[in-house]
């Protein structure tokens, strides 16, 4: 199945991950000729090799961090018929399915190809979703394996770390006589800020086509906007610490964890019979309701991972 739209997704992807290894070659290009080794050729191989390590690293540094188990058709029979069914309706090879003890409520794609996909939940969200809830969320998650696009934030996503690297690194230099060192640090910050901006609008971004992608799969967006309800206010309820364990992976999330207290605010709104959750026809409503975001929503939604949940769930509300 082919979802429609997505070549706009994969320019926009494309577009930023080729921006952002510009950055990084320059400031590498900068490093080697003020230091006097290497030459474009060098440089550009050493890029490609740090994009090719990130590649091939970075599954199994997820799988680390969220200390993932996969597991069977025998042990999770109703997981893996949801997982098989998006699967062929997507036309992608079935996902490995793993699960994450910990309670945070979440779910997370990731993977070198669509061959290498692996899906997988926390044992949070199988304690606070519904099955249709869960299938709803299920399917955004086919969707980025679908699109390709959490391969591209996982090769991007190092970019700025890299640059916070050399900045820090001129940081305990010696110095030098014409500030060389000191213009290089403060390129390698500028590419930082510059680079984590365009890495956060492209993880807004595929946000969006995951969650149009799982109602072209045959989830009802309400399901879906029910279950981004739950997982916000789950992440609300729970401790600092608990949140801080696994902060470092939260663009591969549905949601944005850190975020989740002042979003359950806006949009408890949204939930007119104060049940937990959003039904249908109070969906139906929201799309008829005009939404607004404040300005400082507006502001923190620039450097955040996901979009600003109140006009996610408007969107899911145009697509019933």
């Not at 429609?4 to 921006?19: D, P």
């Not at 090719?52 to 199994?60: A, D, E, H, T, V």
């Not at 699967?87 to 190809?113: L, Y």
């Not at 799982?214 to 949140?243: C, F, H, I, T, W």
């Amino acid at each position: 199945m082919k979802v429609s739209g997505s070549w706009k997704l994969k320019l926009r992807l494309w577009l930023a991950a080729v921006l952002l290894f510009g950055l990084l070659y320059a400031i590498i290009t900068a490093i080697g000729y003020y230091f006097g080794f290497g030459g474009p050729l060098a440089f550009a191989v050493f890029a490609l090799l740090v994009v090719f390590i990130q590649y091939m690293l970075g599954p199994k540094m997820v799988e680390t961090l969220m200390g993932v188990r996969y597991v069977s058709e025998t042990e999770a029979p109703q997981l893996h018929q949801m997982v098989e069914d998006l699967a062929v309706k997507a036309g992608v090879p079935k996902p490995r399915i793993g699960v994450s003890e910990t309670s945070v409520p979440n779910a997370f794609a990731f993977g070198k190809t669509k061959g290498d996909g692996r899906i997988c939940v926390t044992r949070g969200i199988l304690n606070v979703l519904n099955e249709k809830e869960l299938k709803a969320v299920l399917g955004h998650e086919m969707s980025h394996i679908n699109h390709s696009d959490m391969i591209v934030m996982t090769l991007i996503s190092v970019v700025p770390l890299i640059c916070y690297y050399i900045f820090i690194s001129t940081l305990f230099s010696d110095g030098d006589r014409d500030g060389g060192v000191a213009l290089i640090g403060f390129g390698a910050l500028v590419a930082y800020f510059i680079g984590n901006l365009i890495v956060l609008f492209v993880s807004r971004v595929r946000e969006y086509y995951a969650d149009t992608g799982s109602v072209e799969l045959g989830n009802q967006p309400n399901y879906l906007a029910s279950a981004l309800y739950k997982l916000v206010y789950g992440s609300a309820r729970l401790d600092k610490n608990e949140l801080k364990q696994v902060e470092g992976i939260k663009a591969f999330f549905v949601n944005d964890i850190s975020d989740a207290k002042n979003e359950i605010n806006d949009l408890k709104s949204m939930d007119l019979d104060m049940d937990g959750s959003i039904s249908e026809s109070e969906l139906a409503q929201i799309k008829y309701t005009k939404t607004r975001v404040g300005a400082a929503s507006r502001i923190m939604e620039i450097f955040s991972t996901h979009p600003n949940m109140v006009k996610r769930i408007k969107r899911l509300s145009e697509l019933g």
